[in-house]
């Protein structure tokens, strides 16, 4: 079988729809023996958001740091189970430039794997913009798993 795709980048969150993008990626990555790059993001906009002033301490910033942490933990042994070679990182920053432009230059990445919420989702409630960016920024192709 031809290798299409050498390094692929996924990113998670807590969210259903991102462990659906997770499962999708360790997959392709299973059929063309890709190397899986497994990143979540913590940025300030993330952990203060539904909050109306800065009032992340340090104490908030280390428990969002251990879910995170703990959440990726779960992805590896995820993809691990499933004979995939890759590492999982946690970022600060922007999710957007980093999934879009930072991180396919630095490691290479081929094919970038996000979940996207259904059109109308995104209109009413203003969500998905960290896809569409990606969509719209990637040098790389983009596969895009949806409800």
Sequence with gaps: MTQLYK??????DEGPLSQKALHQAIQLAKQNQSTLYVVTVLSEEEVTK???EFVATEEFFKLERERAEKLLHEAKEAFTN?????????QF?????????T???????DLTVIGAPDKHLE????I????????RHSKNNVFITKQ
Excluded: H, M
């Excluded at 390094?7 to 998670?12: A, K, M, S, T």
């Excluded at 499933?82 to 946690?90: A, I």
């Design 7 to 12: 390094n692929i980048l996924v990113g998670i």
């Design 93 to 101: 920053g922007s999710a957007k430039k980093l999934l879009a432009e």
């Design 128 to 135: 998905g913009s960290v896809a569409s960016y990606v969509v």
């Design 123 to 126: 209109n009413y409630f203003g």
């Design 82 to 90: 499933e004979g995939v070679t890759g590492d999982c990182y946690l």
């Design 50 to 52: 539904g909050t109306d």
């Design 103 to 109: 991180l396919p230059e630095t490691w290479d990445i």
